[in-house]
Nanobody, 121 residues
Framework: QVRLVESGGGLVQAGGSLRLSCAVFGRIFSINDMAWYRQAPGNQRELVASISSDGSTNYADSVKGRFTISRDNAKNTVYLQMDSLQQEDTDVYYC???????????????WGQGTQVTVSS
């Protein structure tokens, strides 16, 4: 069974920084894309940043220049460095990976449980 364990959320003042981590545990053969999404109550989940297996990155316009996504393939871990945080960044952040569990299986999407990020004024 595959589990994604997130950490690093919390309360921070506007202008501050947080670093989210998401480690993938369980039976994994290969990981393709890794990403962070966020969702506020009543809103749709939106993509914050993604990183492909070759290191190519993609960011939502609202976080470009402030957030940095990275991955450590040896540790099956993806990170999100969040700088210059704004109150509008307050949300639950979810880790997402696209991975295969065996050499013969297709790719599946797996989700973390979410971690709360709250930015105060």
């Amino acid at each position: 069974q595959v589990r994604l364990v997130e950490s690093g959320g919390g309360l921070v003042q506007a202008g501050g920084s947080l670093r989210l981590s998401c480690a993938v545990f369980g039976r994994i053969f290969s990981i393709n894309d890794m990403a962070w999404y966020r969702q506020a109550p009543g809103n749709q989940r939106e993509l914050v940043a993604s990183i492909s297996s070759d290191g190519s990155t993609n960011y939502a316009d609202s976080v470009k220049g402030r957030f940095t996504i990275s991955r450590d393939n040896a540790k099956n871990t993806v990170y999100l460095q969040m700088d210059s945080l704004q109150q509008e960044d307050t949300d639950v952040y979810y880790c997402n990976v696209v991975a295969a569990t065996t050499s013969l299986s297709r790719m599946f999407k797996f989700w973390g449980q979410g971690t709360q990020v709250t930015v105060s004024s």
